[in-house]
């Protein structure tokens, strides 16, 4: 085929900044092809596109592409018709003859158009206009520029280009004049220990604030005043003050390094991380940034300098015996670029875990179909989960954001239909005093007495927790201490929904029962393959099970109708290989298996459940990890990620050797992870789950589910041993309240009908003696969906169309909620 060749220029005038730009068709034309080569899948566009480009190679794709938009053969007439489009300077999709032309594609050619790299600071509206080509209303104009000065404005060119495609983009980096609201805190940070650049807000954690400023700022930032923006840097004398607090407090085994972005000091960086890999009791680091999101070129630039230096400095920690973890925020599917999930892969490749938090924001991300796919796209690159922040800060000019709390409670219901269980994050707010996970370790108690904008919220904290470190924080005049012993503050925000006031929980008297040991019928290792879920509908033979919309379990046995089945569905993401074999005797079929799978464009991880990660660790070979590696496909088109899952019911059965093998696996970008079950007077109190939730997160291991009640090897045992629902929220308590933040579990129940997260996605019914539990996210359109012959199981009914059901083995010494 003769090469395409056409070095006519196209001219084009944005209209609002009023700059001219020209641009080859040649390169438009290459960029195209680009693109279509390595994005053109559902995920990067949809499936709608896929349809109308079809199969083949991107010359073809291209060609019907432009033909579709009634440019048959004619590439100069198509993009001469759509680049006006990009230019008419008003964010939002794009069409020609009616046919929508996907957001990253278009990103793509705006790299031509807008090739400028690096951030600039805006000091006023004209040049706001004449840098982002948008809009500004003239009447408008008067009362920005007090925004502005009020409350600095930086955009990185990334940035600008996806603002002129994405209103949810631009709604989180566009100033508007709704900020001059004198609604909101100056500051939602109290009570804390300062001392330079380093703050202490939990025992066992300090933040170095290692910079100030941010290459690009969010309009819902905390820190978004201007006297904030424009705070002096630290030195690295002040690091190494900083440090050598550190050394002195053993008591501090993580350490946040964060900003602003903490990447834009590279001299305060590096002497953080090498001043805090020589001291033995600082055990991991969490590096904060946004810019994987909105400025991945601080990344990427200069030859991949930083990729390079965070991947040479994890190993440097690794032989110190501590890891390194990039913390990041992602809160809009439009945010999410091939470049960024390219970084993500890169770093998870090497051994550094991302994990992802998501503020909130009122008309940006407050529904599930956003969410679901934002997430669905960074879990396929490797990421995880770990936190949904509601509401977004209270904090003055961001009224806009806030939506009621019961809107981002009741999200969780939607994600834990219809996404993977590994990419639901937990719903979590930051409270002044500390964070709070919903359900479990806090919930909202009631409104403030004559106070319209706060509510008393239920922390895991007590007035003892802060007595060692940051001793105003108990003695505040916002907050109280409650019939529990721990402490309620008042937050600025509505509730939304009257009904989610759950009052106060009554003390309950002491239960001092013992740890038994481990029964062995329970020490089985055919147990864990117990440890799945239970089938909720029928579908393929007997060696698949549907468990999830999203899930099907497997046998290493199945058959080429099972592998139709998973095709045929799209809404399968993931599939979990049970065996209960060693690996070197299934090795073949398990890869031969993920070599199938891995042609099922819509499944983006396989997950192997291996007992003999627990029993025998040190039978899985480097060679062996090596060939997993192999099948492991962590990729910015078409991911098929892998993960191992295993599980163990206490922390003394963690060893050295479980490290060692969790740290292999873990450079080849392989995820381990977790499920324990609550075994009554086993493992069922708080310091048995958070010595196991803390040997988990030093041997690398996600702790992904804390089973409750309904498992299967629970029902056997709990019966007799039922579960108190007040020992959950004292664990998921104490985890909260003394745990690192990333190490706590998922609380959930297995049903007949699928998981759900307790308290959260199910509410409690008490009486009689027996706890049954409303399944809030399913309803039978749900079941009817995966299977039209779906009938409810016997022991079920319906309560305001959600599912109720029996949770054998749960029982509660209160009335109380959760
Ligand atoms: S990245 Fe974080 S600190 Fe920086 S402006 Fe955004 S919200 Fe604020």
Known sequence: MATYQNTTQITVRWRNSGEERSVSVDSLYRKSLEFLELYANADLTSEKFLALIGEGGARQRFARLIEACGYEDDPAGFFGALLPELAAGKSGPKRINGIILPYRYLMALLELLIPQKGFVSIGDVDQLVAKTNLMVPEAARTELQKVIETYPVRLSYHTIRQMLLSPDVAYQYMPFVEELDPVGHTNTWIGQFHQGLLEQMYQNRVIFLLNMSCPVYCRFCFRKHKESRNEKNPTVEDVNRAIAHVEK???????????????????????????????????????????????????LGKGEWYLNYLKQKNLELQLHGKRMEIATHFIHPDEVSPESLGIITELVKSGIAVYVQTPFLQHCNDTGPELQKLFRLLRGAGAEMHYIYIPCSPIHGNSVYWSPLSDGIDIAEYLRAHLSDRSVPKICT?????????????????????????????????????????????????????????????????????????????????????????????????????????????????????????????????????????????????????????????????????????????????????????????????????????????TVSNPLRLEIETWFINANQITEMHSALVRRLNNKGITVYANTPLLGEINDNPDEIYNLTYAYRRAGIEFHH??????????????????????????ASKIRREGSGREGPRYILQTPLGDVYYGLTSSFIHGGGDIRVKLDSYDLPYFKALDSSYTLPKDVFIDDGKPVIPMPGLVSSTNFPV
């Open 430 to 634: 930051a409270t002044p005093i500390g964070k709070m996970e919903w359900y479990t370790s806090g919930w909202a108690v009631e409104q403030v007495e004559g106070q319209e904008n706060f509510i008393w919220i239920r922390t895991p904290y007590t007035p003892d927790y802060f007595k060692s470190f940051a001793p105003m924080a108990s003695k505040l005049p916002n907050i109280r201490v409650n019939e529990e012993g721990t402490l309620d503050i008042q937050y600025m925000a509505k509730i939304g929904k009257a009904s989610y006031f759950l009052g106060s929980r009554p003390l309950r008297i002491k239960k001092t029962t013992l740890p038994l040991s481990i029964p062995d019928k329970l020490q089985l290792p055919a147990a864990s393959a117990l440890l799945g879920s239970q089938q909720i509908v029928k579908g393929g033979s007997a060696a698949l099970s549907r468990v999830h919309e999203t899930r099907v379990e497997l046998q290493s046995d199945v058959t080429e109708a099972d592998i139709d089945y998973i095709r045929s569905d799209t809404l399968i993401s993931d599939v979990i290989i049970r065996t209960s074999s060693l690996l070197a005797e299934e090795l073949h079929e398990i890869s031969s298996l993920i070599g199938k799978i891995g042609t099922i464009d819509h499944v983006n991880a396989v997950r192997i459940s291996l007992p003999e990660v627990n029993y025998a660790p040190e039978s899985i070979s480097p060679a062996m990890i090596q060939h997993l590696a192999s099948c492991n496909r962590l």
């Open 249 to 299: 407090s053993p008591s501090i085994k993580e350490i946040v390094l964060t900003g602003g972005d903490p990447f834009l000091n590279r001299s305060n960086m590096a002497a953080a991380i090498d001043g805090l890999m020589g001291i033995d009791h600082v055990q991991s680091l969490r590096l904060a940034t946004r810019s994987l999101a909105y400025y991945p070129e601080l990344f």
């Open 706 to 731: 804390l089973y409750v009640a309904g498992h299967p090897i629970q029902k056997a045992w709990n019966e007799k041993h039922p579960i108190d629902m007040y020992d959950v929220v004292d664990i």
